[in-house]
């Protein structure tokens, strides 16, 4: 059946851990694994690294057991991929952020380990670029591309400075690379498919250098870099964080455009990464060198709302993975679809009139 039933505590490495001895892999990847629960994980419909291939939290949960305002627990902790049964109140409680109910128990979707794995690392010319290579890649190899990190070159500036003990993989850090990391059947060497990718890509102007992860080790390097980011971003002290999500076909141009408004708005820095493979990026911005994020205090809220702007004016999304909470209660409430949001405070008060599930989240 390659099903796990996980109990909400335990963490998101735990069950990775436990189905990496049964033989498979629980694929949802975060940097904070290490900590972050299985209840905390389905609760916000948690994202990472590998949504590419295998989905979000909500794609990789069968069913769940939970308990309801009333006290009444709901046991649907079902193994079945089919039950055409009603409501789904699985997908309802997944991503309500405790709003609804809470998650105790999960059954959680195993997937086989790729035979053959590899990792590398290609600068780009631009986040056009990017997107091409994405393209390309998904051609050669299929269904294989299981996670594509854009990476600026801020980043690695943030990284040299905060942790120099860590090894980059260029000379000269490039304006734009992505992270690429493929599983193939038995039979397709990966390091072999990544240089055919890579040699693809230079002749058709899309990289200019690359990185390919010989070893285990070199592999994770890579992608110690890039879980090292958001720690460079904390230590570095940002104005403004913005975690959005947009059609493939217009993050190249929220780029540009972002960064132009930006440049017109004052002295800062821009740290753009993230999961280009599903559109969700991680559109940071820093003090420039010199200045404080105190500095910044009487634009901070102007600038934020106009990024937003700009990423629901393309078909995005303002919270791509992190969830509303209760900082982005007022992003919903301007930018939400009215009916979906008369129809979310009509299925909140039915299953919790008194509001006693984390009061003040997503709706206010």
């Not at 033989?23 to 590419?52: D, E, H, M, W, Y």
């Not at 060497?189 to 990289?207: H, I, K, V």
């Not at 080790?217 to 940002?238: F, K, M, T």
């Amino acid at each position: 059946e390659a099903v796990m039933i996980a109990e909400a505590g335990a963490t998101l490495q735990q069950a990775r851990d436990a189905a990496a001895e049964a033989g498979r892999q629980f694929p949802l990847s975060l940097a904070s694994q290490g900590t972050a629960q299985i209840g905390g994980v389905l609760s916000t419909n948690a994202g990472g690294v590998n949504v590419l291939r295998y989905g979000n939290a909500r794609a990789l949960c069968l069913g769940i057991e939970a308990v309801l305002p009333s006290g009444v627990v709901m046991r649907d902790l079902k193994r079945l991929r089919k039950d055409n049964t009603g409501y789904d109140l699985r997908d309802l409680l997944i991503g309500a952020e405790g709003t609804l109910g809470i998650i105790t128990a999960a059954s959680l979707v195993l997937a086989p380990i790729p035979a053959e794995s590899g990792v590398a690392m290609l600068s780009v010319e631009s986040p056009g670029a990017a997107l091409s290579l994405l393209s390309l890649a998904q051609a050669r190899m299929g269904g294989g591309v299981t996670a594509f990190e854009l990476i600026s070159g801020q980043s690695f500036d943030f990284l040299n400075r905060y942790f120099p003990q860590m090894r980059q993989p260029f000379a000269e850090p490039p304006s734009w690379s992505v992270l690429i990391e493929v599983g193939l059947p038995a039979g397709l060497a990966a390091g072999e498919a990544l240089e055919g990718l890579f040699l693809a890509a230079s002749e058709d102007g899309l990289a200019s250098d690359g990185v390919i992860a010989q070893s285990g080790q070199q592999a994770a390097d890579l992608w110690s870099l890039r879980e090292h980011i958001p720690l460079a971003n904390r230590a570095v002290g940002a104005i403004a964080s913005h975690d959005i999500s947009l059609p493939l076909s217009e993050v190249a141009s929220f780029i540009r455009d972002a960064q132009a408004m930006l440049a017109a708005a004052g002295d800062m820095r821009i740290n753009c990464f993230g999961h280009l493979g599903d559109g969700n990026l991680h559109f940071n911005l820093f003090p420039a060198k010199g200045r404080r994020r105190e500095d910044y205090d009487s634009i901070r809220e102007a600038l934020s709302r106009r990024i937003h702007e700009m990423v629901v004016a393309r078909g995005g999304s303002f919270s791509a993975e992190h969830g509303v909470g209760r900082l982005k209660v007022g992003d919903l409430e301007r930018w939400g679809d009215p009916a979906r949001l008369a129809a979310m405070r009509a299925i909140k008060q039915a299953l919790d009139p008194l509001g006693i599930m984390n009061p003040g989240a997503v709706l206010g």
